[in-house]
């Protein structure tokens, strides 16, 4: 996919967020947690072909670059996709890259959700 394609997506994730996604990122934002920088449905790209401008890529629903952490929230339809969830992880996971998954109903208790962020950070 080309990169304009790639942002295009991205910026139509980020102006419709899942109600969970918006209880999350109220948290979150700003450095609320720990001073982190989170950024919200940023393409991470993890291969690419310069020659044919096609690039690989996915688009988290949060990510923490000086932590390198990924937040993915999941909410019923991950249970119909764990092959494809859990390829996209090992992909992620050889770049260096740490995965948090949160299911969605855990954001009832958002200090948990917090502390199991934070948790990540190794603290």
């Excluded at 390829?87 to 958002?110: A, Q």
């Amino acid at each position: 996919m080309k990169w304009s394609e790639i942002k295009e997506i991205a910026t139509r994730l980020r102006n419709n967020p899942t109600p969970s996604e918006a209880i999350l990122w109220e948290v979150i934002r700003n450095r609320q947690l720990m001073r982190r920088k989170f950024l919200r449905q940023h393409p991470l790209i993890y291969d690419a072909d310069r020659n044919a401008n096609e690039f690989f890529f996915f688009i988290p629903d949060f990510y923490c670059a000086s932590e390198k952490l990924i937040i993915e929230l999941d909410g019923p339809v991950h249970d119909f996709q764990k092959e494809k969830d859990y390829h996209r992880e090992e992909i992620l996971t050889n770049n260096n890259l740490r995965v948090l998954r949160i299911k969605n109903e855990e954001l009832d208790n958002i200090e948990q959700v917090k502390k199991k962020i934070t948790d990540m950070f190794g603290m």
